[in-house]
């Protein structure tokens, strides 16, 4: 049996509370990036809670208990009684990949200076975290609705942790099918490149406004 769950208010009404709820998402995140609390699967379904429990309470930080299909995309999430396992399956794999990551404090950018080789490498690990983890949560598609969004804040979680700075990926209608395509590349290919790249970008943009910002 699927649950039909319906939304309160007009739609006008709906958008601002979920743009509020967004705001309140991101402060929650850039507060956890800047805790000692661990990162774990729970923590992806706090960010959802905190965009639409003003809005939507009923699925707010809840698996779907629907099957979806995403709005021109080849991707069929799975069906909702697999949902639960996949997303245990996550945890497990999230636990594992931080393991590995093996930063312990976040990374300290110099922005007057050129990172060292070692930087570097670090910088590239913590953008490969933080697409995997965003590709993972679009793919499973936890949520009944979100679900973007969601997992742009929680690969922003990761950026922001290990030392780097959350970024905004354009999603406007000129930018939308770049970003959906880069995450069906990973679909079909497992190619993190484009999304890597789209991250990349996201952050230079970020260091940029900083530095012309301070130092004009
Ligand atoms: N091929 C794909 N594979 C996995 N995920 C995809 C694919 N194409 C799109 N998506 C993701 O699905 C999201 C749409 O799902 P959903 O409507 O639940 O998210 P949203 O947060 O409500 O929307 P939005 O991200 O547009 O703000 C897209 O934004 C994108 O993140
Ligand atoms: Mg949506």
């Given at each position: 049996m699927t649950k039909t769950t319906k939304r309160p208010c007009s739609e006008e009404e709906l958008q601002k509370r979920e743009a509020i709820?967004?705001?309140?998402?991101?402060?929650f995140v850039r507060k956890y990036a800047q805790?000692?609390?661990?990162?774990?699967?729970?923590?992806?379904?706090?960010?959802?809670n905190e965009?639409?429990?003003d809005v939507w309470p009923e699925i707010a930080g809840g698996c779907r208990e629907e099957n979806l299909k995403i709005a021109n995309s080849k991707h069929l999430p799975p069906h909702y009684s697999k949902v639960s396992a996949l997303v245990n399956n996550f945890d497990n794999e999230l636990e594992q990949k931080l393991k590995e990551l093996n930063i312990s404090e976040g990374i300290i950018l110099d922005i007057n200076n050129s990172p060292d080789e070692k930087t570097i490498e670090e910088i590239e690990k913590i953008i490969r975290l933080s697409a995997w983890i965003h590709h993972k949560i679009t793919h499973i598609h936890p949520f009944r609705e979100g679900n973007g969004r969601t997992?742009?804040?929680?690969?922003n979680l990761i950026l922001e942790r290990y030392g780097l700075v959350g970024i905004s990926i354009k999603i406007e209608k000129e930018n939308k099918n770049q970003?959906?395509?880069?995450?069906?590349q990973?679909?079909?290919?497992?190619?993190?490149e484009?999304?890597?790249?789209l991250i990349s970008?996201?952050?230079?943009e970020r260091y940029h406004g900083v530095t012309m910002k301070y130092y004009g």
């Open positions: 709820g967004v705001i309140r998402a991101s402060r805790s000692h609390q661990d990162i774990n699967v729970k923590v992806v379904f706090k960010i959802h965009i639409f429990k997992a742009r804040l929680a690969a970003y959906c395509n880069a995450l069906a990973i679909d079909i290919m497992e190619d993190y484009p999304l890597v790249t970008d996201g952050l230079i």
